[in-house]
């Protein structure tokens, strides 16, 4: 009897933990004590029913465009999810806090720190987290915090609700796509860690593609390599980006939800933007260019010879993906609520 009483014990305890990190107080100003992560109660409150929730990266609020713009995006790509039926879930790390929704306050904090929030990939989070920091969270570590979340909630729910809750759908949409496999990465090793975390971490990514400032082809093969699923949505092409069409297949292809990864209206100027990748890369080569900072130079340039045009289908996808995320983290909640209840009436 008393092994028994120290086990619920323990798990009570380990529960109150989970819920201390889940929502850390920040009534002191040097945040002592505060928990390790702070999710917001709109998400916390989807998580804890069940309800479909889309992670969105924050690197485009702070490195991607200007202020207000940045901002201005932000606020419309969050209201987009929320009309398809899902929670939004920005990913930041403020004052040294990963925050799993941010507040108006928060968002528009973060579009004006602009880049000097850090650009913070799963790698180096831990870094900004240690030193009270103000990070913008890319692909990876939007994945990893969203899939830690999604554990943590999952955990303490099991314990709190018999029969146990079946997970949380938990779905990153991706809106900067830098990643991939660098030019000439066969002899630079130039491989963005994106990669592997897409192929460890059980998280749905939406994104247009890969830009064609990197190797596609050597891109979708490292993806094979670690395991990763890449399916494109109505096309046997894989995506580059800024237009439909890369001169690749597509590993697979699906047809539903039915939306394409760029909206048509935009992938008309997707010739001229990919003429002026060709004329950064060229200057970027004789230039002498390399390593961190050939993207940040090839995106500025890329802009400047399209006259802005790039940014604006730039900002076109963000919106899309959020849309398709938001479409498909509804139908997988609603997926997975059909086979809970199945489980239920087999059971009874």
């Not at 804890?48 to 606020?75: D, F």
């Not at 938990?170 to 192929?199: A, M, N």
């Not at 045009?309 to 900002?315: D, E, K, M, Q």
Request: glycine share 8%; aromatic share 6%; hydrophobic share 35%.
């Amino acid at each position: 009897m008393a092994s028994s009483s120290s086990s619920s014990s323990s798990a009570v305890s380990r529960i109150s933990n989970l819920r201390r990190h889940l929502h850390p107080s920040h009534s002191s100003s040097d945040n002592k004590g505060a928990g390790l992560i702070k999710v917001s109660p709109e998400v916390s409150e989807a998580l804890s029913n069940g309800r479909a929730v889309v992670a969105l990266e924050s690197t485009i609020i702070s490195h991607g465009m200007p202020y207000p713009l940045n901002l201005e995006t932000a606020q419309e790509v969050e209201a987009n999810v929320r009309e398809n039926g899902a929670v939004p879930a920005t990913i930041a790390i403020l004052d040294g806090i990963p925050c799993v929704g941010l507040s108006q306050e928060e968002l528009g904090r973060l579009a004006t720190l602009g880049k000097q929030a850090q650009k913070t990939a799963s790698k180096g989070h831990c870094t900004c987290c240690g030193h009270q920091g103000n990070g913008a969270t890319t692909v990876s570590a939007t994945m990893f915090i969203a899939s830690l979340v999604t554990s943590l909630f999952s955990y303490f729910l099991f314990f709190e609700n018999f029969p146990p809750v079946f997970g949380c759908w938990y779905f990153s949409v991706c809106y900067w796509r830098d990643w991939g496999v660098h030019r000439h990465g066969e002899d630079s090793l130039d491989i963005s860690s994106d990669l592997t975390e897409l192929g460890r971490t059980p998280v749905a990514v939406i994104s247009a593609g890969v830009k064609s400032i990197l190797d596609i082809p050597r891109t979708l093969e490292y993806l094979e390599t670690q395991g990763v699923c890449v399916a494109a949505y109505r096309t046997n092409e894989f995506p580059a980006f800024f237009t439909e069409t890369s001169g690749c297949k597509a590993p697979c292809r699906v047809d539903t939800p039915e939306d394409f990864p760029i909206p048509r209206e935009h992938s008309a100027s997707g010739s001229l933007i990919e003429s002026a990748i060709q004329i950064a890369l060229k200057e970027a080569r004789d230039k002498n260019i390399t390593g961190n900072a050939e993207t940040p130079f090839l995106l500025s340039r890329v802009n400047e010879l399209t006259g802005g045009a790039s940014l604006s289908s730039n900002i076109a996808l963000v919106k899309n993906n959020a849309l398709v995320g938001a479409e498909i983290a509804v139908a997988l909640t609603q997926l997975r609520d059909r086979c809970t209840r199945g489980d239920v009436e087999s059971i009874s």
